[in-house]
């Protein structure tokens, strides 16, 4: 009897130039694919940052007025050590992002500011995978930029947006899901996954107050064993994963 193999996961697409990654909080990137958009900025592709919140409600040691401000500086400083420059905060509340009309407008319009061609976006399901619960954040936040790739193109849903002069987007040919149970494509991590360690380090009280573990040790550990892990069906080379929806 043969042994079942593990299907092997797909290059991520290449024909592209502009990204714009959407989710929900600070560090999310970090955390999920930020070894990719490294090698990607490294290409010449440009790259920007959307995110739903300021991660004001991620530090029990802190007050959301005190929180917010440090995460937002730590995200920019985390953004660029993989060569993203334009980071934007869309301010819904941290904890308690409601899916819905509100938010699916406000993605879109970002979608129509930046005009990518490929769309980023963290984990929309119940769980990462068996029974590790989900945030509600990440799922709401994960759900709108699903929705909202459509949205942009559509001239008639939200049309206050063409009021503003954002002008329907219908150029995006892929939303890239990272931290999903259920992946389809992968991208080398190999050249970024150092400035992943870096970038990750930049959410430094973030962590601190997330862990006992030395910050590096912690990081490091993660990420390496995380791009390893998917690496084993990606012909064995460190690699960053994705659930691909095309349009």
Same mark, same amino acid.
């Given at each position: 009897?043969?042994? /079942?193999?593990?299907? !092997?996961?797909? /290059? ?7 990204? @714009? ?8 990137? *970090? &955390? #999920? ?38 995460? *937002?500086?730590? !995200? ?46 963290? +984990?929309?399901?119940?769980?990462? #995978?068996?029974?590790?619960? +989900? ?8 759900? $709108? ?6 949205? $942009?193109? +559509? ?11 954002? !002008? ?33 380090? *930049?959410?430094?009280?973030?962590? *601190? ?6 910050? %590096?040790? &912690?990081?490091?550990? =993660? ?12 012909? #064995?080379? /460190?690699?960053? $994963? =994705? %659930? @691909?929806?095309?349009?």
């Amino acid at each position: 009897m043969t042994e /079942p193999t593990t299907p !092997q996961l797909t /290059p991520m697409p290449e024909d592209w130039r502009r990204a @714009l990654a959407v989710v929900a909080h600070p560090d999310d990137l *970090e &955390y #999920g694919c930020s070894a990719a958009i490294a090698a990607w900025t490294d290409a010449g592709r440009e790259v920007a940052y959307v995110l739903a919140t300021r991660g004001e409600a991620g530090i029990d040691t802190l007050a959301p007025a005190e929180c917010a401000p440090l995460r *937002e500086r730590e !995200q920019r400083a985390s953004a660029a050590v993989v060569g993203v420059s334009t980071v934007e905060f869309l301010d819904h509340r941290d904890g308690v992002i409601e899916y819905g009309p509100a938010l699916r407008r406000d993605i879109a319009a970002a979608i129509r500011r930046h005009r990518p061609e490929l769309v980023i976006t963290l +984990n929309h399901r119940d769980t990462w #995978g068996g029974v590790a619960w +989900n945030t509600p954040d990440h799922v709401a936040v994960g759900r $709108a930029v699903l929705d909202a790739a459509g949205d $942009a193109g +559509n001239r008639w849903i939200f049309p206050e947006l063409t009021e503003r002069g954002l !002008q329907p987007w219908d150029g995006v040919r892929w939303v890239a899901v990272a931290g999903s149970a259920t992946p389809t494509h992968a991208a080398d991590a190999s050249a970024g996954l150092e400035r992943a360690v870096a970038s990750l380090l *930049e959410h430094r009280a973030y962590i *601190e107050a997330l862990t006992d573990e030395e910050p %590096e040790t &912690y990081v490091r550990g =993660f990420l390496t064993e995380v791009a390893r892990s998917v690496g084993e069906r990606f012909g #064995g080379t /460190p690699a960053v $994963a =994705f %659930e @691909l929806f095309a349009r």
